[in-house]
């Protein structure tokens, strides 16, 4: 069973940047797509960035495009994401997630519900 604990959160200003990582447990990892979600206070959780299992694709919410990027290194069995030109409107929790079913439609990753190993969250706050 795949297991996930994130780090990386903080605090920082407008215009900043951050990196979370998301560490997972389990030699099945590197067959799980990854994916991140955020979760900002009075909202409902919302998709950030998945990559595939082989790391060949990577999809992105057009709110993050261009200023986050995902990653991960199946050596070390971490995935990250890479947020720069951060805002005050990313303030949120984030989660890591992975999800051991190849959807028929990419565009499944977008959905909570794709994905059956979820991490706890770590917080990020940009300040203005």
């Known amino acids: 069973q795949v297991q996930l604990v994130e780090s990386g959160g903080g605090l920082v200003q407008t215009g900043g940047s951050l990196r979370l990582s998301c560490a997972a447990s389990?030699?099945?990892?590197?067959?799980?797509?990854m994916g991140w979600f955020r979760q900002a206070p009075g909202k409902e959780r919302e998709f950030v960035a998945v990559?595939?299992?082989?790391?060949?694709?990577?999809y992105y919410a057009d709110s993050v495009k261009g200023r986050f990027t995902i990653s991960r290194d199946k050596s070390k069995n971490t995935g990250y994401l890479q947020m720069n030109s951060l805002k005050p409107e990313d303030t949120a929790v984030f989660y890591c997630?992975?999800?051991?079913?190849?959807?028929?439609?990419?565009?499944?990753?977008?959905?909570?519900?794709?994905?059956?190993?979820w991490g706890q969250g770590t917080r990020v706050t940009v300040s203005s």
């Open positions: 990559i595939t299992w082989s790391g060949g694709s990577t």
């Open positions: 389990g030699r099945t990892f590197s067959s799980y797509a």
């Open positions: 997630a992975a999800a051991s079913r190849v959807p028929y439609y990419s565009s499944s990753y977008w959905y909570a519900d794709q994905y059956n190993v």
